[in-house]
């Protein structure tokens, strides 16, 4: 979870989560404890099998996805928390695992393994620093609390944190390797995923709920008809966060340096960009059913906890919403400088085919195989 009053500042954590009737909730709970305390890690042979299986299921997930694969790593060339993720779920996890199952092979490295695992659970899985979030109605609160408090006695107390909130550990700091890069990464498709990341906030500019609306014009109009209608693309998606990161990224693409060049067209599109009052309306209440939608409990209980560990107020929020209603044409023309200061980062990451990749090789630093 990141910080989003401080750019740059997240904290990693584990979680594990459980839905259950309310008569179930202890044997939850049970179960909860049973694979953060007892898992057996000196079965090697289980241990072989888990870490080959592991590898084989992100590989696949990896290339298969490959829009999320080449939007998480140019995210990370700037962002910490990105980078963080990208070393726990993405390329970089890969080419751990794939050590790793090289590792594992031998009984002795197994079991080596198996004995840092073990060690590395006991150091993780302690009471101090634990944080619950339960969603359900009001009235099966105590009862929960009373339950959840003997499920943590449980667990080693551990050290405590120096944290100013005492329900919340101190933000950790990693040294991130955040550096301006343009990766491609070649597999067997056909296609390919081109993202291009940046962020505004290094050029002074402030979020706004008005980029909500600005994701829905460019989502909806410029990116559809050119890089899905002309480009021949199955689609394209763009955010912006709170922290001040913007992404562009194509999905099952044939294009390559065009899908780019239509991405730095954007600040020029929208200095030019007319729209009717009816449209702009249109796009404004598009953007509001996004924020406020209706939720399912499970849907609820996840924005809830995800707010607090963000530290994402519900003042913030409402300004946020107040400013997508606000938003008008004008307010779209001055984004402009928002998307010329993510595109000038020109932090580049490709995944898709070789050939199509070497037919534009000039345009990476890096270029590898993924797999």
């Known amino acids: 979870y990141q910080n989003v009053l401080k750019h740059g500042e997240y904290g990693p954590y584990i979680m594990i989560n459980a ?17 953060l305390l007892r898992t057996d890690f000196s079965d090697t042979k289980r241990l072989k099998e888990l870490v080959t299986e592991n590898r084989s ?10 829009h999320a694969t080449a939007l998480l790593r140019a995210s990370s060339y700037n962002s910490p928390v990105s980078w963080y993720i990208d070393q726990v779920m993405g390329i970089e996890f890969f080419r751990f695992l794939t050590e790793l199952s090289e590792t594992v092979e031998t009984e002795e490295g197994a079991a080596e393994t198996g004995r840092k695992l073990q060690a590395l659970s006991e150091k993780l899985f302690r009471k101090s620093g634990m944080i619950a979030s ?4 009001a009235e099966d609160f105590e009862e929960f609390e009373e339950r959840f408090i003997r499920f943590t006695d ?21 040294t991130a390797d955040l550096s301006k890069k343009q990766e491609a990464f070649k597999t067997a498709a056909q296609i390919q995923y081109v993202a291009l990341v940046g962020n505004y ?17 460019l989502a909806d109009e410029y990116l559809w008809i050119n ?34 060049a239509v991405y730095r067209g954007i600040p020029e599109y929208l200095r030019n960009l007319e729209l009717s009052e009816r449209d702009m309306t249109n796009y404004v209440i598009g953007a509001i059913g996004e924020l406020d939608h209706p939720m399912s409990p499970p849907h609820k209980g996840a924005l809830s906890f995800q707010a607090y560990m963000e530290h994402v107020s519900g003042e913030m929020r409402q300004q946020e919403r107040d400013e997508v209603l606000a938003a008008d044409l004008e307010t779209i023309h001055s984004l402009a400088e928002y998307l010329e200061a993510i595109v000038a980062c020109n932090q580049l990451c490709v995944v898709g085919n070789a050939g199509k990749i070497e037919e534009e090789k000039e345009l990476f630093e890096n270029i590898c195989v993924l797999g």
Request: net charge positive; hydrophobic share 40%.
């Open 134 to 137: 339960f969603t359900a109605p």
């Open 201 to 217: 906030r290094a050029t002074g500019h402030a979020y706004t709920g008005a980029l909500k609306v600005l994701r829905k014009i």
């Open 154 to 174: 449980a667990f080693p107390a551990g050290e405590a944190t120096a944290a100013e909130d005492p329900y919340r550990p101190s933000l950790a700091r990693w």
């Open 19 to 35: 839905s259950a009737l309310k008569e179930k909730m202890p044997r939850a709970l049970e179960l909860m404890e049973e694979i």
């Open 57 to 66: 299921k992100l590989l696949s997930t990896l290339q298969n996805g490959g």
């Open 227 to 260: 890089v899905r209608v002309m480009g021949g693309a199955y689609g394209c998606m763009c955010t912006f966060g709170r922290s001040g990161g913007g992404t562009l990224v194509s999905y099952r693409d044939p294009n390559l340096g065009g899908t780019l």
